[in-house]
């Protein structure tokens, strides 16, 4: 019997996952101990690739039946991270990448050419990133003092709905019938996305 994609995806992970639990400026987050100008930084690089990840996502809805079946609106939502770049006096279009981030764009950019669903094995890791994050924001908060509504709004941003909208991705992910090649092109992209945020929290840190 065939594994189901999720528990596929959620296996072959759970090492990166935990490490990228582990690294530094993942723990600086989750404690709220975290220095603002960094964190603007990182809300900069959010932003930047979840807007690249949106663009392909919406791009490739029309034709590819595996993204139009899994993805909805509030995947493609960029308003929190906007409201929260704001608060710290950035606008979206002026967030520069980081070389981690713009290695990651770049991969998400061919991926979208030549392996399309394989996009939603990146979407698969931002989206596992909403269980627990509304206790990250709760932690950012009283650490850098922000207001409940701006600052730090991106982590808790499905509200009382995460648990519901977690559930229908898993589902709706689980209903595909995705060949070895895609199935093995999901892990890949979901594991190149954890790397990809642990190399962010070392150049963050290494800025001055």
């Known amino acids: 019997m065939t594994t189901p994609v999720m528990e596929l995806l959620r296996d072959s992970t759970a090492e990166l996952h935990t490490s990228a ?11 709220g101990k975290v ?16 807007k690249r990840l949106a663009d392909l996502l919406n791009e490739s809805k029309p ?3 595996a993204v139009n079946h899994v993805v909805k609106d509030y995947h493609l939502d960029l ?23 713009a290695k990651l764009m770049e991969s998400m950019k061919s991926t979208a ?15 596992g990133s909403t269980n627990g994050a509304k206790f990250m924001a709760k932690a950012l908060r009283a650490g850098l003092e922000l207001p409940e509504d701006a600052g730090a709004s991106y982590f808790d941003r ?16 689980n209903e595909l019938d995705f060949s070895e090649k895609e199935r093995d092109s999901l892990v890949t992209r979901a594991k190149e996305i954890f790397h990809s945020f642990g190399e962010i929290g070392t150049e963050l840190l290494s800025e001055n």
Do not use: I
Not at 21 to 31: P, Y
Not at 84 to 99: C, E, I, M, N, T
Not at 161 to 172: G, I, L, S
């Open 21 to 31: 639990e582990a690294n530094e400026f993942q723990h600086q987050l989750g404690s």
């Open 79 to 101: 308003s929190c991270l906007s409201k929260d770049l704001a608060y710290f006096g950035q606008k979206p279009d002026g967030a520069s990448p980081l070389k981690a981030t």
């Open 113 to 127: 050419q030549n392996d399309t669903a394989a996009l939603l094995g990146y979407l698969y890791v931002l989206e």
């Open 63 to 65: 034709a590819n039946h």
């Open 158 to 173: 499905y509200g009382d709905a995460q648990r519901e909208r977690w559930t229908a991705f898993k589902t709706a992910m």
């Open 35 to 50: 220095d603002k100008k960094h964190f603007s930084r990182y809300l900069e690089q959010l932003y930047l690739m979840h």
